[in-house]
């Protein structure tokens, strides 16, 4: 110990703060996991083709619903409704991922953190 004398403070101290820091994380995480619950129960929605397809996701990304105007649907062209129901579904994806980063960086006061959730 002689050698190291005064490296880092007290081990007491050192203790206390290191317990601090644990204490801030669990409370922070246990914030994370609330407003997570809380924005997955929250709906986005998102349309394509001026109406004609409606998507509502919720906040754990999944579709709840697809509304397709009856004017949309062309036998004739099946490919213009396909691609209007995928622009709308990731439209409705990207909100809710937005939607989750929003409700975070609240938490970590802006700061990316990757793989945060």
Do not use: C, H, W
């Amino acid at each position: 110990m002689g050698k190291y004398k005064g490296f880092g403070g007290s081990g007491m101290n050192q203790n206390k703060k290191v317990s601090n820091v644990v204490k801030q994380a669990q409370l922070m995480q246990e914030r994370m996991e609330a407003v997570q619950a809380e924005v997955e129960k929250k709906t986005v929605e998102a349309t394509a083709g001026g109406g004609a397809v409606t998507v509502i996701a919720n906040g754990k990304k999944e579709i709840e619903s697809i509304k397709i105007k009856p004017e949309a649907v062309d036998p004739e062209d099946v490919e213009t409704l396909e691609d209007l129901i995928m622009v709308a579904v990731n439209d409705a994806i990207k909100k809710a991922d937005d939607m989750m980063a929003e409700g975070m960086s609240e938490i970590t006061g802006g700061i990316n953190i990757p793989g945060l959730f």
